[in-house]
């Protein structure tokens, strides 16, 4: 591990302890109460206290967020394809998906419970809705940006449309797809977080919403930690996926020097 490396691993993590001993310290100077803003040690100890109800939450609101964000993932890929090679329904169909992402979570989950009940329907709907998009923008960027001479190549021995896209389009669209893959991971927890909390019996979403009913200030920051921690596991593991599944990216003349070092 060259020196740049725990450089970037070390600065993030200095940085945090000092934000949390900061906040230890200003909530002990000025005694702040626990139900304005409570201290990190208070919160630990809730989250130590509630250790075994929260892990079961945490699993649940896991399995929900990666099961949306594999069907999101699926029909990102498959919308991304087709519309690239439809260019008449691209035309066509790309207002309808930037529409779809302007429409409020906090409005569309109401309205997704009414048409299919409480169940995990709605839930999944809604995450796909999240999560697809930016797979599919980026699917759909990625595919027309394939090396021109390789196409004529292509296009000189006969291949047909579609070896063109799984010899040359879809593998120089890899790239875009994990870019696309990071922020659907990112969000797809948060908006887990939002299905559980407008109606569910479990998961993060549903301790968040009992803790801040009962007014238990460490219990919701306590949600909010899982929330944040579970959102980094799901956006490394996309960056760890990338890493390796594209082997052959060539790699930036400063990522060869960090390499050396």
């Known amino acids: 591990m060259g020196n740049k ?4 691993f070390l600065l993030p993590v200095v940085a945090l302890v000092v934000f949390v001993g900061l906040w230890q ?3 002990a100077v000025f005694s702040i109460k626990t139900f304005t803003l409570p201290a990190p040690s208070a919160i630990a100890v809730s989250m130590y ?5 929260l892990w079961k939450q945490v699993l649940s609101t896991a399995y929900l967020a990666f099961v949306g964000l594999v069907l999101g993932v699926v029909i990102g890929i498959a919308v991304g394809i087709f519309l690239h090679v439809v260019p008449l329904l691209r035309e066509a169909l790309s207002p309808m998906l930037v529409l779809s992402q302007n429409i409020p979570l906090i409005a569309l989950g109401p309205l997704l419970m009414i048409w299919f009940g409480f169940g995990w329907t709605p839930k999944l709907i809604l995450l796909v809705l999240v999560s697809f998009f930016p797979v599919a923008l980026s699917m759909l960027v990625g595919l027309r940006q394939s090396e021109p001479h390789l196409r004529e190549y292509l296009d000189m021995i006969g291949a047909s449309r579609w070896e063109m896209l799984i010899r040359l389009e879809f593998p120089g669209a890899l790239t875009y797809f994990f870019s696309g893959l990071r922020i659907a991971a990112t969000y797809v927890v948060s ?3 939002v299905a559980e ?3 569910a019996n479990k998961g993060i979403g549903y301790y968040l919403k009992l803790n801040s009913n ?3 200030q460490p219990g919701v920051f306590g ?4 929330v944040v921690a579970l959102s980094l596991l799901f956006y ?3 960056v760890i996926a990338e890493r390796l599944i594209i082997r052959w990216r060539p790699r930036s003349k400063g990522e060869w020097k960090g390499a050396a070092e």
Not at 49 to 53: E, F, G, K, R, W
Not at 223 to 226: D, F, K
């Open 25 to 27: 310290a200003v909530c």
């Open 191 to 193: 908006s887990a977080l």
């Open 49 to 53: 206290d509630d250790s075994a109800i």
């Open 5 to 8: 490396t725990v450089r970037s």
């Open 223 to 226: 949600s909010i930690v899982c």
């Open 236 to 238: 490394y593991s996309a």
């Open 214 to 216: 009962g007014f238990d």
């Open 197 to 199: 909390w407008l109606g």
